[in-house]
């Protein structure tokens, strides 16, 4: 198997990574759609898809407080990588709240 990673975009950044033994594209098809991701994101309690490219999400957070915000995906690269980020935080979508995720064989 071979490993790969993203270069750090700062000293803010964080990165993990997981091994699954299943096909890329399959693994790629669950997670992108969001549906399936409350499931196993521990604080995720529901997403609900509200445009081709946008959800909003709700977190439950430190003592029983929900959050609710709006995730956009900006790139999508199938099979490869998504990246998605949170219109809400600042107006016209400037933020530093972007995640991406890659998959990689």
């Known amino acids: 198997m071979q490993r790969t990673s993203l270069p750090p975009l700062d000293e803010n950044t964080i990165e993990a990574s ?4 299943r096909p890329v594209e399959e693994v790629f098809r669950f997670y992108r759609d969001f549906k399936n991701l ?7 309690m529901g997403i609900e898809q509200i445009g081709p490219a946008t959800s909003r999400w709700v977190i439950q957070g430190p003592l029983g ?11 999508e690269r199938t ?12 107006p016209n979508g400037v933020n ?6 890659r998959l990689s064989v």
């Open 18 to 21: 997981v091994t699954i033994q």
């Open 38 to 44: 409350p499931g196993f994101l521990g604080d995720v």
């Open 65 to 75: 407080i929900r959050a609710n915000w709006t995730m956009k995906v900006t790139e």
């Open 79 to 90: 099979g490869v990588s998504l990246r998605f980020f949170c219109p809400d935080v600042v």
């Open 96 to 101: 530093d709240q972007t995640a991406r995720r």
